[in-house]
């Protein structure tokens, strides 16, 4: 539709019926407008899968890899495919607007959602989220870029007032955000947090850089409940409030708009944008049929075992999970998107394990082996079509003549996460299926609406009129005699019962308004009760319904635990009696999620132990490290190899296989800097104080902070960039600098591949100026290509370096400039390994 087409529509909508379209019409969707053709625009949560509208377990999703594993390709064009999924998906789904990508930085290893992020770079975050975007809209479904801007913690993230110079924030956070906007995003979502005095949703920079400098012609939508004002906001470049039906705006902006407190002319600006965003996504049809819901989703009926027998296939935690008419070619995209993603940290002739040498078998450890992590937490989650732990993923893979040994271990402390009740240990109590029976009661007790479940967490249940209880019921079956912990999370008046005695019963008021822990995560409250295996119990838990207090319902279960020392003796056992043992180390659940930071980046308890005690029993040990950030890794430089694999997606079983197998090669490269202690990080601050989180760092962040530091302080365990492959690789010599169209340079770097198989190697360039009269990080990465070649093969990468990382911003010029002189380029594969050298001479005027 043309912007004249859209002018016509916007005429004909008088000043109520503007006003009532910038508010949601409910958590997920906008309002229609049948006057001019506008249907609900319906939304969902990012980046790793497409939930849908909705939180019910019932409805699956592709589960991509975690986004820090999409920032460690350095494949735009894979990344552009993997937004085509996404696309895909929405589209399935009836969403009409992916919230993501996340843009905000790397700048804290302990930041909750650096899973969440692609990279502590600017410039590999902006080309990556860019790809994401072209991907995704490529499919007439609109991308967010978020979170606009330099929201990069988690600690007080809806007050907390981030303070940095205008340098800062343009050559590091507004970078990637700039970089979405040159990639035709749709919209950009304001964040929580202030920057410097100001909330995102009032604050200037909505209106410049983004809507002038730049140029964005799309809508500016709020995280949810991040419009806080009326007048404020709604004279701010803030197009729409979201969620609905209530809010600040509404009625509030309808009388500031009448009494002329609000100019007419800026609510006019929001409506032809959300126009705009409706012709493009296909919801804007002048003369069509009424509005309608956008779709109309069916629970998955695969989703759970039919037979209400608890056999060892249905209690096996590792079985793949779902719906199995998934498309062969999702599969394979999401599987070989984890392989190239995953990131060989160490190798010590130990990768990749030939198959015919494993007369022993292979012995498979770590409690993560089983039952891995393959998301982060908080509003990015998504209920997976299945999950391909690593143990199955390697015996599907070695088959039934390699022996496959599996000890858990010792089990780490979950950090406060605990596992949903489902259908390993539950039954609902009326079907005898698998899992929980969800009811919803009015004030007498009687039941409004009643529905089966597959697990205990029960996050957006029906509230039917007349609401005032949400139950949950299951007849738990224990396999282990001894003493269980029952877990109930939410709000308000709690109460849990077994055969009928109360374990909890209290009110739990909200110690936070974050929308995270409200209606995501709330947190448990457990009690402890001595259970005998074989001997099923009935269990129910309620909550009470308050305003203020959401309507998640999460029922918990956790067996006890097995004793360390004989679990830990038996893993050791296993490792010694094997040809290979392949440790599954990682984070748990109460770790590495939207709504906090962490504190630490030690591995949840005994983990570390365990690794120690097999690397000291088989030399030949693979210590996989499943987690989304920086963790750190004493064992490191004992271990035979060291492989990570990030948060993998639902596929990420099947792609460990291949790349333990030589069937695929670890592709990824570090998209961040990799510290070997905590206390060794160069910037870890994440808590205000007095509300205040000053960037102190400014300009150097990442490897620019530990470069800054130099020789006098610790060197990381991993630099940005580092990752091994399963060949080897020569960097030969760096060609002259060609000038390109736009100001910019093409740099030819010629590398040899001087391994036994065919590789793939990623070409970094950096860019320093240590004379340089402005301060400047000590260097900085300008531009990366990537290179394949078969054995003894060389071959030439074409590196292009934009003319902006030739330019710093100027303060005083209010505007990007460049200081006349010569530039050194330096060339390699990580930014602690660049050895080759060359210049760009840069002109007056340029």
Request: net charge neutral; hydrophobic share 40%; proline share 9%.
């Amino acid at each position: 539709m043309r912007d004249g087409d859209v002018e016509l529509l916007l005429d004909k909508l008088d000043p109520e019926q503007r006003v009532r379209l910038l508010t949601g019409a409910d958590t997920w969707r906008t309002r229609p407008e049948p006057d001019v053709g506008l249907r609900e625009i319906v939304f969902s949560d990012g980046p790793a899968g497409v939930r849908g509208p909705g939180w019910d377990e019932r409805f699956t999703s592709a589960l991509l890899p975690s986004p820090t594993a999409l920032g460690a390709l350095w494949d735009e064009d894979r990344v552009r495919r993997l937004g085509e999924l996404l696309g895909d998906e929405a589209r399935r789904k009836g969403v009409h607007v992916v919230l993501a990508p996340t843009l905000n930085l790397h700048r804290s290893p302990l930041a909750g959602r650096h899973f969440e992020c692609f990279s502590e770079d600017p410039l590999l975050a902006g080309r990556t989220g860019a790809a994401l975007i072209r991907g995704v809209q490529s499919r007439g479904v609109a991308a967010t870029a978020k979170h606009y801007v330099a929201n990069d913690s988690e600690t007080e993230r809806l007050t907390v007032d981030v303070r940095l110079d205008e340098r800062v924030l343009r050559e590091l956070y507004l970078a990637p955000f700039e970089a979405a906007v040159q990639a035709g995003v749709w919209l950009v979502m304001s964040a929580y947090n202030k920057v410097n005095g100001v909330t995102m949703s009032e604050s200037s920079l909505l209106a410049h850089p983004l809507k002038g400098e730049w140029g964005f012609d799309g809508v500016v939508v709020s995280d949810w409940g991040g419009v806080r004002s009326t007048v404020a906001s709604a004279v701010a470049a803030q197009d729409l409030a979201m969620p609905g039906p209530r809010g600040p705006w509404g009625e509030a902006l309808r009388d500031a708009l009448a009494s002329g407190r609000v100019p007419a002319e800026a609510v006019e600006d929001k409506v032809r944008r959300l126009l705009r965003l409706a012709s493009r996504v296909g919801t804007l049809v002048p003369g069509g049929n009424p509005p309608a819901r956008a779709s109309t989703l069916v629970p998955d009926p695969a989703r759970v075992p039919p037979s209400g027998r608890l056999d060892a296939s249905e209690s096996a935690p590792t079985a793949v999970r779902g719906d199995a008419s998934a498309p062969d070619a999702l599969r394979r995209e999401v599987r070989g998107a984890a392989a190239a993603s995953f990131v060989l940290l160490e190798n010590r002739g130990v990768l990749p394990l030939d198959k015919g040498a494993l007369g022993r078998g292979v012995a498979v450890t770590g409690v993560h082996a089983d039952e891995p992590r393959v998301q982060g937490g908080g509003s990015s989650e998504v209920f997976p079509q299945r999950v391909v732990s690593p143990l199955d993923g390697l015996r599907s893979a070695l088959g039934p003549h390699v022996r496959v040994a599996y000890e858990a271990g010792p089990v780490p402390e979950s950090g406060g996460g605990q596992v949903p009740l489902g259908a390993r240990y539950a039954r609902d109590p009326e079907s005898g299926a698998p899992g929980v029976r969800l009811r919803v009661l009015d004030a007498d007790g009687a039941v409004l609406c009643s529905a089966h479940q597959p697990s205990g967490r029960v996050l957006e249940p029906e509230l039917p009129p007349g609401a005032h209880t949400v139950e949950l019921a299951a007849v738990l079956h224990p396999d282990t005699s001894g003493t269980w912990t029952l877990g109930l999370g939410g709000f308000g008046a709690l109460r849990l019962s077994v055969d009928g005695t109360a374990l909890l019963d209290g009110v739990f008021p909200p110690e936070t308004a974050d929308p995270a822990v409200i209606h995501v995560r709330p947190p448990q409250h457990t009690a402890r009760i001595a259970l005998t295996a074989g001997r099923p119990v009935r269990v129910v838990a309620r909550r009470e319904l308050a305003s203020g207090t959401g309507r998640a319902t999460v029922l918990t279960a956790a067996p006890p635990l097995p004793g360390r020392a004989e679990a830990l003796a038996a893993a050791v056992s296993a490792a010694r009696a094997a040809d290979v043992a392949v440790v599954v180390v990682g984070t748990t659940e109460g770790g590495e999620s939207e709504g906090f930071d962490r504190t630490s980046l030690r591995l949840p308890s005994l983990q570390d132990e365990l690794v120690a005690e097999i690397v000291r029993a088989n030399p030949r040990t693979v210590v996989v490290v499943n987690s989304g950030g920086p963790v750190e890794l004493p064992w490191r430089e004992a271990a035979g190899a060291v492989l990570l694999t990030w948060f993998p997606g639902q596929e990420g079983g099947h792609a460990l296989a291949d790349v333990l197998l030589g069937r695929a090669e670890p592709g990824g490269r570090l998209p961040t800097t990799w510290p070997a202690t905590l206390a060794d990080a160069p910037v870890r601050t994440t808590r205000p104080t007095d509300g205040r989180l000053p960037y102190e760092e400014g300009l150097h962040t990442g490897h620019r902070a530990w470069l800054r530091r130099g020789a006098a302080g610790p060197a990381p365990a991993y630099w940005f960039g580092h990752g091994l492959g399963y060949t080897t690789w020569e960097f030969e010599r760096l060609g002259a600098p060609e000038p390109t169209p736009g100001g910019g340079y093409e740099v030819p770097v010629i590398l040899h591949n001087t391994g036994t198989r065919r590789g793939r190697e990623v070409v970094q360039l950096h860019l320093t100026r240590p004379d340089s009269a402005i301060e400047r990080p000590v260097r900085w990465l300008a531009g990366w290509a990537s290179a394949e070649a078969e054995p003894g093969e060389r071959v030439t990468a074409y590196v292009r370096i934009p003319a902006r990382a030739l330019q710093h911003w100027s303060p005083q010029a209010g505007g990007w400039t460049a200081e006349p002189g010569r530039f050194t380029v330096l060339a390699g594969r990580s930014a602690g390994d660049l050895p080759l050298r060359g210049v760009i001479e840069v002109g007056a005027g340029f």
